[in-house]
Structures are given as C-alpha cells and as structure tokens.
C-alpha cells in the first residue's frame, strides 16, 4: 500500500496526463493539491512510484505517464463515485423519455448518446429475443421462391428472418402457415417453444416448421451496437493501435464475449491486458448490466484509452445502463 504522499503523487499524476496526455514533470506536481513539496522530493517519490511499477517514464529525458497498475490502484482508491453533470443528466433524462419506435432503434441511439456523452466508442448488447413473449408472426412472400418471416415481440421489437419456399407454396399457404404460427406462439418466450401442433394440412405445417426455424436461430444471436468509433482514431497516436481498435470492434462476437465475461466476473473496469484480448491492450472497458426484472439481459460499455477519465465514464455507464433497463423493463 502507498502512503499518503505517493498516493497523492500518484494521483495528481494520473489526473494531468488524462486530461493532456503528455508526459508528467515533477515541478509541475509539486504544486498540486493535497502534495505542495518541493520539486526535488517530488522526482524522488516519482521514481519509486516507477521501481514499484505504478509509473513509467516514455523517454530518458520526459516526466513519467501512469501504468496499467498506476490506473488501477487510481480506479480502486482514489476514484469517487462520480455523478453526470446537470446538463448530461438533463440529456439523459430527455433521451429516454422522448425515445419511441422499434427496439434496434432505440438500442442504436443509445450506443450513440453514450458515446456523444463520453467520446469514447460505446457499446451496447440489447436482450437475446427468445426471452422474449411473442405477440404475433407474419410469413411474408418477397418473391416467388424467398419470404419473410416477421415477429412482433412484448417489448415492442420486429424481428424478422429470410426463408426460402418451396414450388407447391401459395398466398393461402403464407397466410394459414402465419396464422397457425401466432395461435401456437403469442404469450410464448420464443426460446421456450418447443414444437408446433399439426394444423392438419402437411404443406402448411413444413412451412411454419422452417419460419419457426428461422426465427429461432435469429433469436439466440446478440444484438450489438457500437457508436462513436471515429472517437477511437483520435484517441491514439500510432495507426497500427486505432487499426487493432477498430478491426476489434468489427467482431461482433469479441465484442459481445468481452463485456458478457466483465460482467460475469462483477468487474465494472478492466484496464489494459485486464480484459485479456490482446488487440484492446491499450484500451479500458468500463461496463455495466442492463438489469430487466431482476435479471442481467445485456449490457452497457464504453471503450477509450487507458488514460480515460474514469470518473466520468463510471458514472455515464452506470446512469445510461439504470435508465436503459427501467425503459426495457416498462416496455
């Protein structure tokens, strides 16, 4: 454990290369509140924060920058719970109570309004569909060989998956496979059917066969927005990091298993190679759970450098997620 000094050293160090993210002198901590010593006790403490591995020094001749373990031990003792300011709160607030229309809609503005709060990229993994109740299923023709398959969910959702149709398929089929599809689902959690009762027409029966098929291997997979990843390549100098960065955040499933284990592990920031993919290793992620009903059904998180103003993203992720979860749970 560091003692009082270093701790505020150490504090003061971590706060002015987040907010400049240049390379930290001692005259310049000297004068910061809680240290106010001379310049030469200040490099003394700066060097033993380095033996000890809480700072590094980029360049023989610069000031120290923080470590991964120099942002943890900032995380875990030094950063107050931090609240949005009024006018976030206010954005916020609006946000969600002027949000309207379909599920993915909401879920894709919400990745963006946390992003614009943070400017980090955000992301957000919404509920799978089959925990969710059907309300009613449409089988649609798109052409004479390819239909549409449309699930309306309790929460408001569309969901709706491409099937092919046979030769002997027409309109009266389409519309008896729709019907039989709603009486055996509505009030149904998709994930919670088992079969279909016959209808007693066999064409009718392997069409509704194949569209509950579809729709369920739609409704086992995430739903993953990521906003506000130009942020990202402002965020590092070297291009081969934003270039790790950004192809990551095309995989989806990284993506969704990242912030699925943090939560799993109850960890709410996970600093550098802390997370364990390696492409992210000059990133933190800063997540929280959408609660619905008691239950975690996804989750909320922003990604940035590591020197990222925790305090801020800490709060935003939490406010975003709680007011995210009341939302879906209302709907």
Do not use: W
Request: charged share 20%; net charge negative.
């Amino acid at each position: 454990m560091l003692d009082d000094r270093k701790t505020a050293i150490l504090s003061a160090v971590v706060q002015e290369y987040i907010s400049t993210a240049q390379p930290v002198g001692s005259t310049h901590i000297a004068d910061a509140p809680g240290v106010r010593v001379s310049s030469a006790t200040v490099r003394n403490e700066m060097a033993v924060l380095e033996q000890e591995g809480y700072l590094t020094q980029p360049h023989t001749s610069a000031g120290r920058i923080p470590t991964d373990k120099g942002y943890r031990f900032f995380v875990d003792h030094l950063v107050a719970p931090g609240r949005l300011d009024q006018a976030a709160s206010a954005e916020v607030g609006e946000f969600f109570r002027s949000a309207h229309g379909r599920l993915e809609e909401m879920l894709h503005q919400t990745s963006d309004l946390l992003a614009h709060l943070t400017n980090y990229a955000a992301v957000v993994v919404g509920p799978r569909s089959a925990a969710l109740a059907v309300l009613s299923v449409q089988v649609v023709a798109l052409s004479s060989t390819v239909a549409t398959v449309v699930v309306v969910l309790s929460n408001g959702s569309v969901e709706s998956e491409s099937i092919e149709l046979g030769h002997d398929i027409y309109d009266a089929h389409l519309g008896a496979a729709s019907a039989h599809l709603t009486a055996q689902l509505s009030g149904k959690a998709l994930g919670s059917v088992g079969g279909l009762t016959p209808s007693g027409d066999p064409v009718v029966d392997r069409l509704a066969g194949t569209a509950l098929t579809a729709i369920r291997r739609g409704s086992s997979a995430e739903h993953v927005y990521v906003g506000g990843t130009s942020a990202m390549a402002s965020a590092f100098d070297a291009v081969d990091i934003v270039r790790d960065v950004l192809r990551t955040l095309e995989q989806q499933f990284v993506v969704v298993s990242l912030l699925g284990d943090l939560v799993q592990r109850g960890i709410s920031v996970a600093i550098g190679v802390e997370h364990g993919v390696q492409p992210l290793s000059a990133c933190s992620v800063v997540v929280a759970p959408i609660v619905i009903d008691g239950e975690r059904r996804g989750s909320v998180g922003v990604l940035g450098p590591t020197r990222m103003n925790y305090p801020q993203a800490l709060a935003t992720v939490d406010v975003v997620s709680d007011r995210l979860g009341r939302r879906l749970e209302d709907n």
